[in-house]
């Protein structure tokens, strides 16, 4: 479990990547300063409004964390336990997990140039810092490896999901690539293992409303007009297992899952769909979510280039008797 920390969702950021305001703090291993923001209230002292605001962080834990100095205002200035507090403005601080279990797999970089890097992620590998991992992403990886600083994910897989993942190398020129994502001009494709259902009529379109279920991380298919739309192929069938192509023609959390549970066909050692199953640790590497991202695919918008990248990795095709 991640050591007590200050990150909360919506108010700090811990990939480093928020631009608008610059950072007092250095990186730090690959992993920029986490922020927050302190709003306009009646707190006596700032660690007052600490203590209100992160009630699951031990209030030992925020004291000493303010007498270490390890919390700083948009100059630098390090905050005490005794500080007064003062609204409508950043404090900014390195967040802290426990030592993170050290996921055995390379990240191959697949391509680079001035532009941007496209990696090869492995399963169980985290695309950015969060909740329980720090260290173990492949941002901060590439980071730390390659020695960029400024490196910026342009979208992300889930830490389950292996495959191609893009990288952008320039600030100035991420929101180019982001508004592709964004406009849905990024072609992706992805393969994936599931039982075969000879009742399933393929190819099709799967399209549904996608919602994230109350109080929960996971998604569902709800009735309404659709937000999400999936083609999906079947490439070959062994022993009841099929592997099939899927082409996402939207960018919904967890959508590839969902879609593939909705047809009664879950992908292989999926612990989320069709039902959460209990949190493991550690990670069992012998049983990777059979889904990869294989290729994407798109128009440079600064260079006019078409781009093509895939993955090298293989799913366990074919299965095992």
Same mark, same amino acid.
């Given at each position: 479990?991640?050591?007590?920390?200050?990150?909360?969702?919506?108010?700090?950021?811990?990939?480093?990547?928020?631009?608008?305001?610059?950072?007092?703090?250095?990186?730090?291993?690959?992993?920029?300063?986490?922020?927050?923001?302190?709003?306009?209230?009646?707190? %006596?002292?700032?660690?007052?409004?600490?203590?209100?605001?992160?009630?699951?962080?031990?209030?030992?834990?925020?004291?000493?964390?303010?007498?270490?100095?390890?919390?700083?205002?948009?100059?630098?200035?390090?905050?005490?336990?005794?500080?007064?507090?003062?609204?409508?403005?950043?404090?900014?601080?390195?967040?802290?997990?426990?030592?993170?279990?050290?996921?055995?797999?390379? *990240?191959?970089?697949?391509?680079?140039?001035?532009?941007? %890097?496209?990696?090869?992620?492995?399963?169980?590998?985290?695309?950015?810092?969060?909740?329980?991992?720090?260290?173990?992403?492949?941002?901060?990886?590439?980071?730390?490896?390659?020695?960029?600083?400024?490196?910026?994910? *342009?979208?992300?897989?889930?830490?389950?999901?292996?495959? %191609?993942?893009?990288?952008? *190398?320039?600030?100035?020129?991420?929101?180019?690539?982001?508004?592709?994502?964004?406009?849905?001009?990024?072609?992706?494709?992805?393969?994936?293992?599931?039982?075969?259902?000879?009742?399933?009529?393929?190819?099709? *379109?799967?399209?549904?409303?996608?919602?994230?279920?109350?109080?929960?991380?996971?998604?569902?298919?709800?009735?309404?007009?659709?937000?999400?739309?999936?083609?999906?192929?079947?490439?070959? @069938? @062994?022993?009841?297992?099929?592997?099939?192509?899927?082409?996402?023609?939207?960018?919904?959390?967890?959508?590839?899952?969902?879609?593939?549970?909705?047809?009664?066909?879950?992908?292989?050692?999926?612990?989320?769909?069709?039902?959460?199953?209990?949190?493991? @640790?550690?990670?069992?590497?012998?049983?990777?979510?059979?889904?990869?991202?294989?290729?994407? @695919?798109?128009?440079?918008?600064?260079?006019?280039?078409?781009?093509?990248?895939?993955?090298?990795?293989?799913?366990?095709?074919?299965?095992?008797?």
């Amino acid at each position: 479990m991640p050591r007590p920390g200050l990150a909360r969702p919506g108010l700090a950021r811990p990939d480093g990547l928020n631009a608008a305001i610059r950072a007092p703090l250095p990186m730090r291993g690959g992993v920029g300063p986490s922020r927050v923001y302190l709003p306009e209230g009646d707190w %006596v002292s700032l660690l007052d409004f600490l203590l209100e605001r992160f009630p699951h962080v031990p209030p030992d834990v925020l004291r000493a964390r303010l007498a270490r100095g390890d919390i700083v205002d948009a100059a630098g200035h390090a905050q005490r336990p005794s500080s007064p507090y003062t609204a409508r403005r950043w404090l900014w601080y390195y967040r802290e997990v426990s030592a993170e279990a050290p996921v055995p797999f390379d *990240l191959p970089v697949l391509f680079r140039d001035d532009l941007l %890097v496209a990696v090869d992620k492995p399963h169980f590998l985290a695309s950015i810092p969060g909740g329980r991992y720090l260290q173990e992403t492949a941002l901060t990886r590439l980071r730390r490896d390659l020695d960029l600083p400024e490196l910026s994910p *342009l979208h992300r897989l889930d830490r389950d999901t292996a495959g %191609v993942l893009l990288f952008c *190398l320039r600030p100035e020129s991420r929101g180019a690539y982001q508004t592709l994502f964004q406009t849905h001009k990024v072609e992706k494709e992805y393969e994936a293992l599931a039982p075969w259902r000879a009742e399933l009529s393929l190819p099709l *379109l799967r399209r549904s409303r996608l919602r994230q279920r109350t109080g929960h991380f996971t998604m569902q298919e709800v009735p309404g007009e659709p937000n999400s739309a999936t083609h999906i192929e079947l490439m070959a @069938e @062994e022993r009841g297992l099929g592997r099939y192509r899927l082409r996402p023609h939207t960018g919904r959390k967890h959508q590839l899952r969902v879609h593939m549970s909705g047809l009664g066909v879950p992908i292989r050692n999926d612990g989320f769909y069709p039902e959460l199953l209990p949190y493991a @640790e550690p990670d069992d590497f012998s049983r990777p979510l059979q889904l990869l991202a294989r290729a994407i @695919e798109f128009t440079d918008p600064l260079t006019g280039a078409r781009r093509r990248f895939e993955s090298r990795r293989r799913l366990q095709w074919p299965p095992d008797a």
